[in-house]
């Protein structure tokens, strides 16, 4: 049986850790996909749970010198992950504070040297006695998390950023123990530095500075990239804080607070005005106005009675109501929305996949830079402090954070930007791939159209007033179970209040009804219906055709044997679906309608539209055959539709977008799942998915060219190491801070 489990993984530091797990538990029998996600510290893993256990993945990744655990799946687990962040985050802050302030008298030295300020203090912040004993307990104290990383790294016989980091301000520390306590002063290669600064006295070339500095700025790196990285995870936070925290349960007749977790399927609860509904559930008695805008987006509060569903994280507004609790915890339609926000944000994009190539191998290659720079100095110049000072400077600038970190951050905050735009994107390949579609499939009902008829004309034959003629009709179609018939009855009580019963009722398949009411015998249905009964139909064929033309469903009724109006009902278009099928086009998308509907009607509902291309009297079991033809005319092919009668369409093409709105989402069908409903999210989609691409593609660039660029002029000894660290640092910080700026788009 294939699982999915998601491992939190500690320790990570770099995209050469990430590809090494990957790798590694890729090597495992039965593990069939890997993505470790750098950004969120997580590995999400498909295995046959016959072959292996996540016991088994766990102890492969504690092997390589990782912490490894399974992922809770409750908000309880989200909130202790949250903590666990948060602090990180203090215990970065806390040693990148007291690692500042240990290295600003190096810094001042160093400063006041270049400077050439000859000031007595500069003598006693030189002194290399003064500087050991500042510069070790940053080296060896503050900087054991880069020595403990790279030990685990090394026994594992892999290489990482730690390694690099470690090595290169070992090598600054141990140059400078050399040159301060082992040479003396004025004897050591390159010592005559200081002699305009002081020529009675000569000071020794020390370079504590570089490896307490470029510690403390990789501290601060990191803690400007963790606060970033928690940034980038706002939209989980926020759906998280729709959860409520306890619900008020009826249990042995009594009512009693309970945590959310506690509660079961079958409880009954009661929701009081201003309360969240803490699960999902149908309401047995009482009504309310309940604001579901947190999943539909629509300001208004809906109206809720006895045998309406509700949907837990709505806020109930007015009245109080019991309802039965029918999924509860991970079940619930908010859970799954968490769950689908937080599986995309853990996935790759195919974007990705020579980053990480790159990554595997980038440390490894580094080091061995470092080592024939260092070589090529001292064999061609015989300098070796040159060489040593370059092959750190090569160490420490090299940064394979910026290459892992690219394109996770982006698809974290594009996913996100998509949830609170009520558009769930479920994973980052599907993400790529929106932005080349070219050809989108619209199913018709229900997706171009509201899928409920509605009642658009009714034209008088006969003397009787159009209000008396609705009013019998919907009297007429009260007990009526067939959609038009409940359409004309709505329309009824929507404009005239109170609708009687009809004294006597029958339903005629395939033809209509009959109704009495009072005085008067009714009919509504077809021609044939109204022949039938001897009802003279006259010269209205004209009429009805130029409704079918318009899309709608033309009825006869007649009173007490006589014609006395026609009554169109037709499925009307959603309000923004004329306006989003213009979007796409300008997008350079092709749209295509696909209906059972007849051509004629079809083609009438495409023309309200927009649409030219019609795929008409389609079978539901046909329309993934429509969807694999268009695939293999080469198009990149998105459909839309219910996400349930549609599936094989939806699956057929290359992704798959379930319009849905509130419980009745299908968030498991689709590649994409339009929770509001709304036609005009699928541009937005497309949309936010050019944007995120641009991001990633730009923070790749980046990442690569600043490597590229800094590695060469490291080795040339033409970067300080100072400089090469803070440019290593904040190299994250601008992919990160790149990424972030996608939280300012509008989809």
């Known amino acids: ?109 160093m400063i006041l040297a270049l400077a050439n300020v000859d000031l007595p203090i500069l003598h006693f912040l ?104 928690g940034r980038t995870s706002e939209a989980i936070k926020k759906l998280m804080g729709l959860q409520a925290k306890t619900a008020r349960v009826i249990r042995d007749g009594t009512e009693a607070d309970i945590l959310i977790e506690e509660v079961v399927v079958g409880d009954i609860i009661v929701v009081r005005p201003g309360e969240k509904v803490p699960v999902d559930g149908k309401i047995l008695e009482g009504h309310s106005s309940i604001d579901e805008s947190m999943l539909t987006g629509e300001s208004l509060p809906v109206e809720k009675q006895a045998g309406d569903n509700v949907t837990g994280g709505t806020i109930n507004r007015f009245g109080t109501f019991k309802f039965e609790a029918t999924r509860v915890g991970k079940d619930t339609v ?23 190539r790159v990554a595997g191998v980038f440390v490894p290659s580094v080091m061995g830079i470092a080592a024939v720079t260092f070589l090529s100095w001292y064999l061609l110049t015989g300098d070796y402090t040159a060489g040593i000072i370059s092959a750190v400077s090569v160490l420490v600038i090299a940064c394979p954070c910026a290459l892992g970190l690219a394109t996770p951050t982006a698809i974290m905050v594009g996913t996100g930007k998509g949830a609170e735009n009520g558009i769930l994107i479920k994973s980052g390949e599907h993400l790529e791939m929106a932005c080349r579609i070219n050809a989108m499939v619209l199913d018709k009902t229900g997706t171009i159209t509201k899928g409920r008829p509605e009642v658009t004309d009714i034209l008088t034959l006969g003397d009787m007033p159009g209000n008396e003629i609705l009013r019998l009709a919907a009297i007429a179609e009260k007990k009526s179970e067939h959609p038009l018939g409940e359409a004309i009855y709505e329309k009824g009580k929507t ?91 300008e997008m350079g998308v092709e749209v295509y309608m ?109 990442a690569f060219i600043y490597n590229v660029i800094g590695i060469p002029f490291a080795a040339l000894g033409m970067l300080n190491p100072i400089i090469a660290g803070a440019a290593m640092a904040f190299s994250s910080v601008s992919v990160v801070s790149n990424s972030l700026s996608l939280k300012r788009f509008r989809p």
Request: hydrophobic residues 45%; proline residues 3%.
């Open 1 to 109: 049986m294939v699982k999915k489990e998601t491992l939190e993984i500690t320790g990570m530091s770099c995209a050469a850790c990430a590809a090494r797990i990957e790798k590694r538990l890729g090597r495992i029998d039965g593990v069939q996909k890997v993505a470790v996600n750098l950004a969120t510290g997580k590995a999400t893993v498909e295995y046959d749970s016959a072959r292996v256990a996540a016991t088994d993945m766990v102890k492969a990744v504690e092997a390589l010198g990782y912490g490894a655990r399974v992922a809770g799946e409750t908000a309880g687990a989200a909130g202790e992950r949250e903590k666990e962040r948060a602090k990180e985050i203090k215990r970065l802050r806390a040693e990148f504070i007291l690692s500042a302030v240990l290295s600003f008298p190096l810094l001042l030295a």
């Open 126 to 229: 030189h002194n290399e006695y003064f500087q050991l004993v500042i510069a070790t307990p940053v080296q060896f104290i503050i900087g054991s998390r880069f020595y403990r990383n790279a030990f685990r790294a090394l026994k594992a016989r892999s290489a990482n950023m730690d390694v690099l980091i470690a090595m290169g301000t070992s090598a600054a520390y141990l140059f400078s123990i050399y040159n301060g306590f082992l040479v003396p002063a004025g004897q050591g290669p390159g010592a005559v530095m200081e002699e305009a600064i002081a020529k009675e006295v000569m000071m020794k070339e020390l370079y504590f500075e570089a490896s307490a500095i470029i510690i403390t700025l990789v501290l601060l790196g990191k803690y400007l990239e963790a606060i970033a990285k």
């Open 334 to 356: 908010l859970s799954q929305i968490i769950k689908m926000v937080e599986d995309a944000q853990g996935s790759k994009a195919p974007i990705q996949k020579f980053a990480d």
């Open 495 to 585: 404009e005239l209040g109170s609708i009687p019963d009809p004294v006597r009722f029958e339903a005629i398949p395939g033809r209509g009804i009959a109704a009495v009411t009072g005085q008067d015998e009714i009919y509504i249905g077809t021609r044939k219906l109204m022949m039938e009964k001897g009802i003279d139909t006259g010269m209205i064929g004209e009429s009805i055709v130029r409704f079918e033309e318009e899309g709608k469903t033309a009825m006869l009724m007649a009173v007490n044997g006589k014609i006395e109006a026609i009554i169109a009902v037709a499925d009307t278009l959603r309000e923004n679906s004329k306006e989003a099928v213009k979007e796409l086009k």
């Open 594 to 702: 696909i209906t059972g509907d007849n051509r004629k009607t079809a083609v009438a509902i495409a023309k309200q539209a927009g649409i030219e291309n019609v795929l008409a009297e389609v079978l539901p079991g046909n329309k993934a055959e429509e969807v694999e033809k268009l695939k293999k005319q080469g198009k990149i092919v998105a459909m839309a539709g219910d996400g349930i009668n549609d599936a094989p369409a939806l699956a057929m093409a290359d992704i798959g977008i379930a319009i849905g709105t509130g419980t009745d989402v299908a968030i498991e069908t689709a590649d994409i799942t339009l929770i509001r409903g709304d036609l005009a999210a699928i541009p937005a989609a497309i949309r936010l998915s050019k944007k995120t691409m641009r991001k990633i593609k730009q923070n790749l660039f980046w």
